[in-house]
C-alpha cells in the first residue's frame, strides 16, 4: 500500500438507546492506500455499515478521526460516492438522465461523459430506458454510475448486490471489477458473503461484534481473474473462514457468559 488516502484512527461510535447506552464501534483503526479494494466482512450487528456512514459523512457523531487526504471528514461530499444495496432510482427519470442527476445532458462534457460511464457499466442501448424496465442488476450498474459521475475520491458500497439472485451477483461482481480496474478509484464493500469478499478485494477486514472491532486484515495476494473452484482461491478463501469462525466462536462465549 502506498500513501494512504483514507485514514481512520481510534474510531469510537455509540448508540443512546432507552435500553442505554451501545457500543457500535470500538477503536476502528484502518488505513486504505489509493486505488486499493477492499472489503469489509462480519456478522449482522457489527458496525459494518455504521463504518461506511461515517466514512460518508452521514453520520458525524462519533469519537476518533477519519481523514481523507488528510482532511476531517466533515459530512457528505462528492469526494465519497455511496452505493446502497437498493439502487433508489427516480423512477421517471431514464437510465441516462439518472445517471447525470442535477447535471445537464445539454452540456457536451456531461452527455460525453454519462455516455462513457453507460458502456463501463455495460448499458449500452438501454439510455433512454426507464427503472421499470430494468433488471435489479442493470438498476443497480445505473446507482454505480451516478456514483462514478463526479469522479469520487473512494467508492462506499454497502452490499450492493445483497438482493441479487447469484448469476446475477456473480455478473455484478465481474463488472465492478471491470470498473475498478478501469478506474482505479477507491472501493470499500460491505458484505456478508465470503466468496465474494476473497473474489473482489486486496484486503479482506474480518470484523467481529458487541462492539465492532476489527479482528483481523487478510491480504488477498492472488491475481485477477480469479478462479473461485482453484486451489489457490480456496486455500485463500479458507484462511478467511478460520477468522470468521474465531469471530462467531466469540459470539458464542458472549451469548453464553463465557
Given at each position: 500500500?502506498?500513501?494512504?488516502?483514507?485514514?481512520?484512527?481510534?474510531?469510537?461510535?455509540?448508540?443512546?438507546?432507552?435500553?442505554?447506552?451501545?457500543?457500535?464501534?470500538?477503536?476502528?483503526?484502518?488505513?486504505?492506500?489509493?486505488?486499493?479494494?477492499?472489503?469489509?466482512?462480519?456478522?449482522?450487528?457489527?458496525?459494518?455499515?455504521?463504518?461506511?456512514?461515517?466514512?460518508?459523512?452521514?453520520?458525524?457523531?462519533?469519537?476518533?478521526?477519519?481523514?481523507?487526504?488528510?482532511?476531517?471528514?466533515?459530512?457528505?461530499?462528492?469526494?465519497?460516492?455511496?452505493?446502497?444495496?437498493?439502487?433508489?432510482?427516480?423512477?421517471?427519470?431514464?437510465?441516462?438522465?439518472?445517471?447525470?442527476?442535477?447535471?445537464?445532458?445539454?452540456?457536451?462534457?456531461?452527455?460525453?461523459?454519462?455516455?462513457?460511464?453507460?458502456?463501463?457499466?455495460?448499458?449500452?442501448?438501454?439510455?433512454?430506458?426507464?427503472?421499470?424496465?430494468?433488471?435489479?442488476?442493470?438498476?443497480?450498474r445505473v446507482a454505480?454510475?451516478?456514483?462514478?459521475?463526479?469522479?469520487?475520491?473512494?467508492?462506499?458500497l454497502d452490499e450492493?448486490?445483497?438482493?441479487?439472485?447469484?448469476?446475477?451477483?456473480?455478473?455484478?461482481?465481474?463488472?465492478?471489477?471491470?470498473?475498478?480496474?478501469?478506474?482505479?478509484?477507491?472501493?470499500?464493500?460491505?458484505?456478508?458473503?465470503?466468496?465474494?469478499?476473497?473474489?473482489?478485494?486486496?484486503?479482506?477486514?474480518?470484523?467481529?461484534?458487541?462492539?465492532?472491532?476489527?479482528?483481523?486484515?487478510?491480504?488477498?495476494e492472488l491475481a485477477?481473474?480469479?478462479?473461485?473452484?482453484?486451489?489457490?482461491?480456496?486455500?485463500?478463501?479458507?484462511?478467511?473462514?478460520?477468522?470468521?469462525?474465531?469471530?462467531?466462536?466469540?459470539?458464542?462465549?458472549?451469548?453464553?457468559?463465557?
Amino acid at each position: 500500500m502506498g500513501v494512504p488516502i483514507l485514514q481512520i484512527a481510534g474510531l469510537n461510535k455509540t448508540f443512546i438507546t432507552p435500553q442505554g447506552q451501545v457500543k457500535a464501534l470500538h477503536h476502528i483503526q484502518l488505513e486504505v492506500g489509493q486505488g486499493e479494494f477492499i472489503t469489509i466482512i462480519g456478522p449482522s450487528g457489527c458496525g459494518k455499515s455504521t463504518l461506511l456512514k461515517i466514512i460518508a459523512g452521514l453520520d458525524d457523531d462519533y469519537e476518533g478521526q477519519v481523514l481523507l487526504n488528510g482532511t476531517p471528514v466533515k459530512g457528505p461530499s462528492i469526494e465519497r460516492g455511496v452505493i446502497f444495496q437498493e439502487p433508489r432510482l427516480f423512477p421517471w427519470l431514464s437510465v441516462e438522465k439518472n445517471i447525470a442527476g442535477n447535471l445537464s445532458l445539454k452540456k457536451p462534457e456531461i452527455r460525453s461523459r454519462v455516455e462513457e460511464l453507460i458502456e463501463l457499466v455495460r448499458l449500452k442501448g438501454f439510455a433512454k430506458s426507464y427503472p421499470r424496465e430494468l433488471s435489479g442488476g442493470m438498476a443497480q450498474r445505473v446507482a454505480i454510475a451516478r456514483a462514478l459521475l463526479r469522479n469520487p475520491k473512494v467508492l462506499l458500497l454497502d452490499e450492493p448486490f445483497g438482493a441479487l439472485d447469484a448469476f446475477t451477483r456473480s455478473h455484478m461482481q465481474e463488472v465492478l471489477l471491470d470498473i475498478w480496474q478501469s478506474n482505479k478509484t477507491t472501493m470499500l464493500f460491505v458484505t456478508h458473503d465470503l466468496d465474494e469478499a476473497v473474489f473482489l478485494a486486496e484486503r479482506v477486514v474480518v470484523m467481529n461484534a458487541r462492539p465492532g472491532q476489527i479482528q483481523s486484515i487478510q491480504h488477498i495476494e492472488l491475481a485477477h481473474p480469479r478462479r473461485k473452484a482453484s486451489n489457490a482461491f480456496q486455500q485463500l478463501r479458507h484462511k478467511v473462514l478460520s477468522e470468521f469462525e474465531k469471530v462467531e466462536e466469540l459470539e458464542l462465549a458472549d451469548s453464553a457468559g463465557i
